[in-house]
């Protein structure tokens, strides 16, 4: 079902670009899918539309946390 609902968030967004819930929730249904980058370009542009928009505030912030982290096992898997 996450499959089906990515392109018809995609295709919404792209004719309601300042829909600030729609962006939060595709950037949820990323973060499910371990697409981390794009989850957090969806929530800046959440972000963009509605810049008291909590909940992409908090989100963003723990995206970006998993990214870094993810980077930081990455950096240290390598000098292994």
């Known amino acids: ?19 600030a819930e729609g962006h939060a929730n ?3 249904l ?5 697409k981390l980058e794009a ?3 969806q929530y800046r542009q959440a972000l963009g539309a509605k810049p008291d928009h909590a ?3 908090k989100n963003l ?5 998993q990214i870094k982290a993810a980077a930081a096992a990455a950096a ?3 000098v292994l």
Request: charged share 15%; no cysteine; aromatic share 8%.
């Open 55 to 57: 909940k992409s505030r």
């Open 26 to 28: 595709y950037a949820a």
């Open 76 to 78: 240290a898997a390598a």
């Open 1 to 19: 079902m996450r499959a089906q609902a990515a392109p018809l968030y995609a295709a919404s967004l792209a004719k309601h670009p300042g829909y």
């Open 61 to 65: 912030q723990l995206v970006e946390n």
């Open 39 to 41: 989850a957090a370009d």
């Open 30 to 34: 990323l973060v499910q899918a371990s």
